[in-house]
């Protein structure tokens, strides 16, 4: 039995009747040769032989009565495998645009809470011959980087299987606890938390003492921070939590409360042309990211008339995974804003002045001590913290105030070697991610062997047009290497006049502080 912790059991405050706390990936898999492959018994047989090495799997909510404190996990005394493991048929002809409406359907519905947090959807009928598998796991049990690995014990990285490390039998179901056994650990807990508390609080007055200069304030924190010490040293961290000034972005059409209905698009695009434009344009391949999905919304903006005269903000998810953890099943995620130079016409300029961008969020991030906010996280009364995601979609508050960022823009890095179900090859591994009231368009790219594979979420009314700003993304590209002067090969264009030689964004920084 296993608590969740503040910033695990917040992805599951955060949920509604409109906002979903889980978080998707879609893979594409070749069909083999053989005509006896059946691709759900497969999928079934093969995860099936590897839950003892997927805990999130066969782990189940316990919720303390009243919402006094955060739930635990127990191991399922009921788990029925198939129960979570799904098989659907596309109609014909099997697009891939008809295979993005029904994923698209199946997000917009919450999992199960009285069952371990997932589902597994096994789609055939695609008119490639291929099929696919739709994994939805909620954000309380893992974060991207983890879902990354989930994926890697489920597959093999060899057509013809690999050894997989033997079930030792260690796993056992356990008994659903009762309220009164509830509530003596949430006794025991509170009895841990004043201390802990307090040191969080401490922390949080010594920013404060910092930015004022309060050399006195600073001197009484010390001693009082001596009266609570960590087990593990000293607490202070470099940087200040409350360096970072609360800003606010400009209103856009997807900006807006949303509905339970999702709208996906995706396509995939060769990963060595966005590593030529990042050679010739002297950027960074998260940087390239950036700049495409900042002309698109630019020229998508611009079709609707509803392009802001300042820059988009953007929230960019940011792992703080050390690989130390003695858990990877839970959130080791944080977030940077970074401005989106969506007001500026020039392709090229973009993409410097989101190099420029990214790096003054990672000065930003760097001066915010991660696990404070992870220790902040675990204080949230859970019952509150619940209620006040209801009341804020109800009152539909996200139609009545600025939103803080306008889009969430991810770049996953993903496996970089083939993987395998059965013998079947997978393609694509595309990223379908959640968005939230006020936030209702999310962009996450994710990496495979030698793809990129784009995953665009957004609310079914906010963005009735979700395959055009895709569009927009691939004909990007195109207007980049246009800009660059290059062809998909590096070379120059024949037709096109050799720009003038610049320097590289990181270069042109560098000198820049020197001065």
């Known amino acids: 039995m296993k ?13 509604t009747a409109t906002s979903f706390g889980h978080v998707n990936s879609l893979t594409v898999y070749e069909r083999p040769d053989d005509p006896d492959f059946d691709p759900f018994e497969a999928y079934r047989n093969q995860l099936e032989s590897r839950l003892h090495l997927l805990e999130p799997f066969r782990r189940r909510l316990v919720q303390v009565p009243f919402a006094l404190d955060h739930p635990y996990w127990i191991n399922d005394p009921d788990f029925d495998l198939d129960f979570h493991v ?50 939805k796991v909620h954000h309380a049990t893992i974060d991207g980087a983890s879902g990354v690995q989930m994926l890697g014990r489920i597959l093999d990285a060899h057509p013809e299987g690999d050894e997989v490390e033997p079930d030792d039998g260690s796993w056992q179901p356990e008994q659903q606890p009762g309220d009164m056994e509830m ?10 938390t004043p201390g802990k508390l307090a040191r969080t609080q401490l922390r949080l007055m010594q920013d404060m003492a910092d930015i004022t200069r309060q050399q006195g304030l600073s ?36 900006n807006k409360s949303i509905t339970a209905h999702r709208r996906l698009a995706m396509k995939a695009t060769p990963l060595a042309d966005i590593k030529v434009l990042k050679k010739a344009l002297g950027a960074t391949v998260n940087d390239v990211v950036m700049a495409i999905s900042a002309g698109a919304l630019r020229n998508y903006l611009i079709r609707h008339d509803a392009l802001p005269d300042v820059p988009l903000r953007a929230m960019v998810p940011v792992s703080i995974r050390t690989g130390d953890e003695d858990d990877i099943w839970t959130n080791r995620v944080s977030g940077m804003v970074a401005d989106l130079p969506t ?28 696990e404070i906010m992870v220790d902040m996280a675990q204080f949230a009364p859970p019952a509150l913290a619940a209620q006040a995601s209801r009341v804020a979609a109800s009152m539909r508050l996200a139609d009545r105030t600025d939103p803080p960022v306008n889009v969430v823009i991810s770049n996953v890095p993903g496996p970089r070697e083939p993987l395998y179900v059965s013998g079947a090859k997978m393609k694509n591994f595309f990223p379908v991610s959640t968005i939230a009231p006020g936030v209702g368009l999310n962009i996450t790219v994710q990496s495979y062997v030698d793809t990129l594979d784009f995953g665009l979420v957004a609310g079914r009314e906010l963005v009735p047009d979700l395959d055009d700003l895709l569009e927009l993304h691939m004909e990007e590209i195109d207007v980049l290497f246009a800009a ?32």
């Open 86 to 135: 799904r098989h659907i048929a596309i109609p014909a002809p099997g697009t891939l645009e008809q295979l993005a409406t029904q994923v698209a359907r199946i997000i917009g519905r919450p999992v199960d809470r009285s069952r371990p947090l997932w589902e597994v959807y096994v789609f055939e009928g695609l008119e490639t011959g291929d099929f696919a598998v739709l994994t």
């Open 484 to 515: 660059a002067g290059i062809d998909r090969s590096g070379s120059p264009l024949k037709s096109a006049k050799k720009p003038p030689a610049k320097k590289s964004a990181a270069k042109k920084k560098s000198a820049q502080r020197r001065k």
């Open 3 to 15: 608590q969740l912790t503040g910033i695990d059991a917040n992805f599951l405050y955060m949920e």
């Open 219 to 254: 001197t009484v924190i010390d001693a009082a921070r001596r009266q609570f010490p960590t087990t593990g040293g000293t607490d202070r961290r470099e940087g200040n939590v409350l360096a970072r000034a609360g800003l606010t972005a400009p209103p856009t059409p997807f």
């Open 343 to 370: 007001d500026e016409a020039d392709p090229v300029e973009r993409v410097r002045r989101v190099h420029e961008s990214m790096e003054e969020a990672k000065e930003q991030f760097n001066l915010t001590p991660a």
């Open 183 to 192: 509530l003596a650990r949430t006794a025991a807990s509170f009895l841990r």
